[in-house]
């Protein structure tokens, strides 16, 4: 198993620019999550969701968007990136509300 | 809201001596995380707690959690060098609101020979 996989692992985006991360799992997992993570601090929830075509927000959602057509796939959307949008993003997923959290490697975004 | 705090957020300690990092939370809840994160890496998933009294064993680390108290303890016992990283503690709001989890800053932890 791949376990949870994300591309690209690094960007630069200018203002302005929008951009999709993806995020895929193989682990047949119902949920899934997208995390920021800024320096020095803890991770911050994005969206969630429980299912496919099932997603809602978290704690800092706005300038953000997602989708989840297939149980493996849950890319996040940035829409006219911003400076404060400069970070690591985390995708997760958990077989249940209660199991562990499985965590992909991360892509490092900055936006300039 | 719920609100997640470690204590303390930077530790420097020497090889061979034990240490505790305490996890405190704001809301209700019975279900709390620990992961570990190396520089640069993702994160991995250290224990799971899922009610009160809950205790976690693996190698020098062992985690507790006192729901009553809202409290978690994540204990080193022995510290080697291969131990430093980053550690965060991570709370379900299980009492409502989104279904993902509310971390703390993390814990810096060197561990010098």
């Known amino acids: 198993n791949a376990g949870v996989t994300q591309t690209p692992k690094f960007r630069i985006l200018k203002i302005g620019q929008s951009m999709t991360l993806q995020c895929t799992q193989d682990?047949?997992?119902?949920?899934m999550y997208w995390y920021r993570q800024d320096p020095g601090m803890g991770l911050k929830l994005i969206y969630y969701?429980?299912?496919?075509?099932?997603?809602d927000k978290g704690e800092v959602p706005n300038g953000y968007n997602v989708s989840r057509s297939t149980t493996e796939d849950f890319p996040l959307r940035l829409e006219l990136a911003a400076p404060s949008q400069t970070s690591v993003y985390f995708c997760?997923?958990?077989?249940?509300?209660?199991?562990?959290?499985?965590f992909g490697p991360g892509t490092r975004l900055t936006v300039t | 809201e719920l609100k997640v705090e470690q204590n303390p957020l930077f530790l420097s300690m020497q090889e061979g001596k034990n240490y505790t990092i305490y996890c405190n939370y704001s809301?209700?809840?019975?279900?709390l995380y620990w992961y570990r994160q190396d520089p640069g890496k993702s994160l991995e998933s250290l224990f799971v707690?899922?009610?009160?009294?809950a205790v976690k064993q693996e190698g020098r680390l062992m985690a507790s959690l006192d729901t009553k108290a809202r409290l978690s303890t994540l204990h080193i016992t022995a510290a080697v060098h291969d131990l430093s990283a980053t550690y965060f503690c991570?709370?379900?709001?299980?009492?409502?609101?989104?279904?993902?989890?509310?971390f703390g800053k993390g814990t810096h932890l060197i561990i010098q020979p």
């Open positions: 997760a997923s958990s077989y249940s509300r209660v199991y562990e959290q499985y």
């Open positions: 682990m047949n997992h119902n949920y």
């Open positions: 969701s429980v299912g496919a075509g099932i997603t």
């Open positions: 809301t209700t809840s019975d279900r």
């Open positions: 707690l899922l009610s009160n009294g």
């Open positions: 991570a709370v379900d709001s299980s009492g409502g609101g989104a279904d993902g989890l509310t």
